[in-house]
């Protein structure tokens, strides 16, 4: 039996069932490829600083230039570099330890012109002091370009990496198949199902991850940077394997899942937050307030990202110190090779710091340089991660809005 409406009553009009809000995988593809194009271009100069200043080795030694006689220095490098400061004084393999003075053309040396000055000189000029001064010194010693150096890794790396982390995160939050949206409460279902995203993405592009890294930490200027970081990659998987380009997943995954649990839960609480702040003070009708405008949702998509990535940033710092370090490390002791120079087969057997655990050389860090330390290039972390996370998440997010809309358009021209 079927029930009329009464007498007298306007007909119903015939509604048109809501479209789905699903976005296809090409739809989420694009939006996150979006996002990682304009977050490399604006960020990439703060993460070539903060890789920088974390493989600055802060400890001392006793005598900060070592003096040398001819006989040990017989076997000097065919490379020898002159500096850009002082052409008396050379620098052995890029160290700015191990220093020559010599009064050129037999002419005696003044006291008003020691040879210690032009070294200290040097030393300052590849010494970083914070992210500004990181920012100006490779800018104005190696070049404008040399801020962008890992641009296209970086590039290569984030749009995989991003399509696998966001499209992940949406399915694991928001699909009723999902194992994440069925077992896990509202609270941490945001931490849970970022760090999942994020280990799938860093297991998939860990050797550009690897290779960016190491091009970034490589001071001076020119192509042969490139060419010089893939053929110490490929001398490394010839005698360790191709396995060795995941080496340092470890270390990611040490500080990429905790950041990425970290900052899905803060953004959705900021989110949250923002939009009840909104409705509160909002004097529209109920309809308009639950369908914010694609400005609206961009600025509170921004603030949301800046905020709860900056925080995770903040907090993870010493993973990413740890890793940094551990990285650049290994990359000097498989990429020696390329220079011309071996270390000796005593020294391979020594134990040094960056060859323990993760959390025995964030301890020893801690013991050896303090508190400061482990936060080393925090400013230039969450100076890149910042407004990074936000543009990303905002572009992402605005642009699942616009497939959204388009979506619901294509529908309704179809009924």
Not at 47 to 66: E, G, M, N
Not at 196 to 209: F, G, M, Q, W
Not at 272 to 301: C, I, M, V, W, Y
């Amino acid at each position: 039996m079927t029930s009329t409406a009464p007498t007298g009553a306007p007909p119903t009009p015939h509604v048109t069932p809501p479209p789905t809000d699903d976005i296809t995988l090409g739809q989420r593809m694009i939006s996150a490829t979006a996002g990682n194009i304009l977050t490399g271009l604006l960020v990439t100069p703060l993460d070539v600083v903060r890789v920088r200043l974390q493989s600055q080795s802060q400890t001392s030694t006793p005598v900060p230039y070592k003096t040398h006689t001819t006989a040990s220095l017989k076997n000097i490098p065919p490379n020898l570099g002159i500096t850009a400061c002082c052409r008396e004084v050379f620098w052995v393999g890029n160290n700015a330890e191990i220093c020559l003075f010599g009064a050129p053309d037999g002419i005696l040396r003044t006291p008003a012109q020691p040879g210690i000055d032009c070294a200290v000189e040097e030393t300052q000029r590849r010494t970083f002091t914070s992210t500004f001064d990181g920012l100006r010194k490779i800018a104005r010693n190696e070049g404008l370009w040399t801020l962008w150096r890992g641009l296209s890794p970086t590039l290569m790396m984030g749009i995989p990496a991003n399509i696998i982390y966001f499209a992940g995160y949406d399915w694991l939050r928001t699909d009723d198949r999902s194992p994440i949206k069925q077992r896990t409460s509202d609270v941490y279902a945001p931490f849970v199902a970022g760090a999942i995203a994020r280990t799938a993405a860093a297991a998939a592009t860990s050797p550009v991850e690897m290779f960016r890294t190491r091009l970034q930490a490589t001071p001076g200027h020119g192509a042969g940077h490139f060419k010089a970081t893939l053929e110490g990659l490929y001398q490394m998987t010839q005698t360790s394997g191709y396995t060795s380009l995941w080496r340092g997943l470890g270390l990611t995954m040490w500080r990429d899942v905790p950041f990425s649990g970290l900052y899905w839960w803060g953004y959705e609480k900021v989110k949250e937050g923002l939009q009840r702040t909104r409705h509160n003070g909002s004097h529209h009708p109920d309809s308009e307030k639950d369908a914010p405008s694609s400005s609206t949702a961009f600025f509170e998509s921004f603030i949301a990202g800046a905020t709860s990535g900056s925080l995770a940033a903040f907090v993870t710092t010493p993973f990413d110190v740890g890793k940094t370090r551990q990285q650049v490390y290994r990359h000097m002791d498989h990429g020696g090779a390329s220079n011309g120079t071996h270390s000796a087969p005593s020294a391979s057997k020594a134990v040094v710091p960056e060859q323990l655990s993760l959390p025995k050389f964030l301890a020893h860090i801690l013991k050896e340089e303090g508190i400061s330390g482990l936060f080393k290039g925090w400013g230039a972390r969450c100076l890149k991660v910042a407004p990074a996370c936000a543009i990303m998440i905002s572009t992402y997010e605005l642009g699942k809005r616009m497939a959204r809309d388009a979506n619901e358009r294509r529908h309704t021209d179809c009924s």
